[in-house]
């Protein structure tokens, strides 16, 4: 037996953890740089505000429903998705973090007489411990857990949040009530194809008659989808793995012409690329300098330019990474053009414990206890306030956060404030 | 032609925090120290503190109503959320919104939330109060 848990408005969840009074407010989060709405509680979807919606477009309507509105304040969701995961570990060995607020669960070899019961307690204890609603939904394969966990969300007074698909019957019909674009790994673009193709609902996408074609425009992806649909497992828990790619892009507020600007916030960028690495004590060979200019004002059509190189030796230093970042740079950057993003990404990651020697070329050793230093820092305060030279010390990282709320759980200097009156 | 690969690499793991004892009185052939069969773990204060790590958050007071139970003004709570609420335990309560910190009274007629400080008045809890015991109180950091 799988189980789907999901957090239910995971963001509005969280920042209601330390302000209870907003229980039963409506609540948006907002995008990085306070761009739009990314979050949304249910009295907000009640009231109509739309996911995605640019803040400025709608603040007079988030004024006048006396909505509270939010920065994303990642530090907080990523403490208390942690806590939340650990909770749910504690209900079964088998568990794979699907995303921030999602995770599958594994049953296999256990003896659990109810599930429902079982769920419950794992509602009880998520809500208790950590004020934060779940749902569950529980069936023989990931897919089908996914599909019971969308009707818990859509039915949670008659579910109280859990829903268990664990006959033929339950099965068909809940095939028969799920739109194809709802079922796990139909997207905007396959969900057209399907529905050319007379496929309106997960039930439609498991008849025979239609496996050919999936097998045609899916492959292999699809087929198990569809063993999956009909309660054949196929889809095992996932061991976590290490990003494969990492990227810091950002678009510019104002506009970027000045080369010495540029090279401050390419810079900036390849350093939090390394921290990010060290974080998953990962190294990377390769890196990629990306610049867009504003696409309204080029004399030619194009407008994105990227750049390619690779490291003599795999390395997660800020420096190192950052000079070759700075390099590429300066050969691409024209002056008098104007800039509307950029970003560096880092690619080929390999674990540090993995790297190879080299004879002539490699890091200098120094590098490592100075990245060190650097990461207990920042670990410490919060702030990266150590940076390389040409980097910009009064600008912070960057971004609009005028919603925020305290880092309760990961800064002592936010530390929740009880008044004892 | 298969390859054989008969040159490891070992590269040194300077990132683990395997603490190691130091024994001063130093490791000669001869008598051993009596101490080093005693030897034992070091002390770490979050082991102390925290019995349930994900369900406990930390706060800080502010203000004087329960100096009597002895949180003083800034000083740090634990606060273990696992734990069931009990009569006379001190609880970090959310009253109609608002948090605070109290000790619980379950009496004949009704839950009050006492403060320890006589400067303050009881608060009885009564029907038209929100109640939420938001966790347990389990222990008071304070810099002397």
Do not use: D, K
């Given at each position: 037996m799988y189980a789907l848990v999901d957090c239910n408005n995971f963001d509005a969840s969280c920042e209601r953890v330390f302000q209870p009074k907003l229980i039963g407010k409506p609540i948006v989060i907002l995008s990085n740089n306070d761009g739009c709405v990314i979050s949304r509680s249910y009295e907000a979807k009640d009231l109509g505000i739309?996911?995605?919606?640019?803040e400025f477009k709608i603040r007079e309507e988030l004024n006048q429903h006396k909505i509270h509105v939010f920065s994303s304040n990642y530090a907080l969701y990523g403490d208390l998705s942690n806590r939340v995961m650990k909770v749910l570990e504690g209900f079964t060995p088998h568990l794979e973090v699907y995303s921030i607020d999602e995770a599958f669960l594994k049953f296999d070899g256990m003896k659990i007489p109810d599930y429902h019961d079982y769920g419950l307690q794992m509602k009880r204890r998520v809500q208790k411990w950590l004020s934060i609603p779940i749902c569950i939904g529980f069936a023989e394969t990931k897919a089908l857990a996914k599909v019971a966990n969308k009707i818990t969300k859509k039915y949670q007074k008659r579910t109280q949040g859990i829903y268990i698909i664990d006959n033929e019957e339950k099965r068909i019909k809940a095939l028969k009530w799920t739109k194809i674009e709802d079922v796990w790994g139909i997207g905007f673009r396959l969900t057209k194809k399907m529905k050319d193709k007379n496929i309106h609902t997960a039930y439609d996408f498991t008849l025979p008659h239609n496996e050919s074609f999936i097998k045609t425009t899916m492959g292999v992806v699809g087929l198990r989808l569809k063993y999956e649909l009909e309660g054949k497992s196929v889809l095992e828990i996932e061991e976590p793995k290490d990003k494969k790619n990492i990227a810091v892009t950002r678009s510019f507020n104002g506009n970027i012409t000045t080369l010495s600007e540029m090279t401050e916030r390419v810079s900036t960028f390849a350093t939090i690329c390394a921290e990010k690495l060290r974080k998953q004590k990962s190294c990377c060979y390769g890196v990629i300098v990306y610049l867009r200019k504003d696409k309204y004002k080029?004399?030619?059509?194009?407008?994105n330019f990227y750049k390619i190189e690779t490291l003599p030796f795999a390395s997660n230093s800020s420096l190192t990474i950052s000079n070759l970042a700075v390099k590429m740079l300066k050969t691409m950057f024209e002056e008098g053009e104007i800039y509307k993003k950029a970003g560096v990404l880092v690619t080929k990651i390999i674990p540090e414990n993995q790297k190879q020697f080299h004879l002539f070329e490699e890091e200098n050793p120094k590098h490592f206890k100075l990245m060190k230093v650097m990461d207990d820092y920042y670990k410490k305060t919060g702030e990266r306030k150590i940076r390389l030279g040409n980097q910009d010390l009064q600008k912070t990282w960057k971004m609009k956060q005028e919603h925020l709320s305290p880092r309760y759980t990961t800064c002592f200097k936010h530390l929740l404030e009880i008044k004892c009156q | 032609m298969s390859v054989k690969n008969n040159l490891t690499f070992f590269i040194p793991d300077?990132?683990?925090?395997?603490e190691l004892s130091y024994f001063p009185s130093g490791i000669k052939a001869g008598f051993p120290s009596p101490a080093a069969d005693f030897d034992e773990s070091k002390i770490s204060l979050d082991r102390v503190l925290v019995k349930n790590h994900e369900a406990t958050f930390y706060a800080k007071a502010s203000g004087t109503s329960m100096t009597g139970a002895g949180i003083d003004d800034g000083d740090i709570m634990v606060i273990d959320r696992s734990l069931e609420p009990q009569n006379n335990k001190i609880a970090v309560c959310c009253i109609d919104g608002e948090f605070t910190v109290k000790r619980i009274a379950i009496k004949k007629d009704g839950i009050y939330l006492l403060p320890e400080n006589e400067a303050f008045k009881p608060i009885k809890v009564t029907e038209n109060n929100e109640l939420i015991i938001w966790g347990i109180v389990t222990y008071v950091i304070k810099s002397m």
């Open positions: 739309p996911m995605g919606a640019p080029v004399a030619t059509q194009r407008y | 300077l990132e683990s925090n395997l």
